[in-house]
């Protein structure tokens, strides 16, 4: 396994400051601090009881802060094998915490129920984020009250037919926003 160098501190909830290791691994980036207190800050209280999916996990950052507020259960989804194992690590013990190794896009085709809040933060220029969302809303994995975290390039642009983005912002190199399902179509 390699080794974890850098950590994430979890800003808020019963966690609250505790670290989280992150491995020194290709395309892992954990989201910011700044960022996540914006994207916390954004949702309110829609963590509590919430049944939430962090696709592409990574540290777990974004998940864990979820669960940390209130979230009823946890699903980090994750490929690469070290990251996956160093979650299970850190997840030991934490009812309705679930971690998945494995390709995102496949356990979106074989996963059920339906999700409160999704976290997406695919790696830049993977074409896996218009994937991801069409796979949630054509297997309705979510409801037109989910909220999804999107997180990209700062120099990318997207959208998706069926989204409609509530908020966005940037900073430094990431452009994040929350989504929902269009109210158009509902």
């Known amino acids: 396994m390699e080794e974890a160098r850098n950590a994430v501190r979890i800003a808020g909830g019963t966690l609250r400051g505790r670290m989280l290791r992150v491995l020194d691994a290709q395309g892992l980036r954990p989201t910011p601090d700044r960022v996540r207190e914006s994207v916390f800050n ?12 962090d696709l592409f996990a990574g540290s777990g950052a974004m998940g864990l802060e979820a669960y940390s507020r209130g979230a009823s259960s ?55 984020l218009a994937k991801a969302l069409k796979i949630l809303s054509s297997r309705c994995l979510i409801s037109a009250s989910t909220l999804l975290y999107v997180e990209m390039s700062a120099s990318d642009s997207i959208s998706v037919p069926g989204y409609e983005c509530l908020r966005e912002q940037a900073s430094g190199q990431v452009k994040y926003a929350l989504w929902k399902k269009s109210s158009l179509l509902l």
């Open 42 to 53: 954004w949702l309110g209280g829609s963590c509590a009881g919430a049944r939430v999916l």
């Open 74 to 128: 946890l699903t980090l989804v994750e490929s690469n094998p070290e990251c996956a194992q160093l979650l299970k690590d850190e997840t030991s013990g934490m009812d309705g915490v679930e971690v998945v190794e494995g390709d995102a896009l496949s356990y979106l085709e074989r996963a059920q129920g339906t999700f409160n809040l999704v976290f997406l933060d695919p790696p830049y220029r993977s074409g896996l």
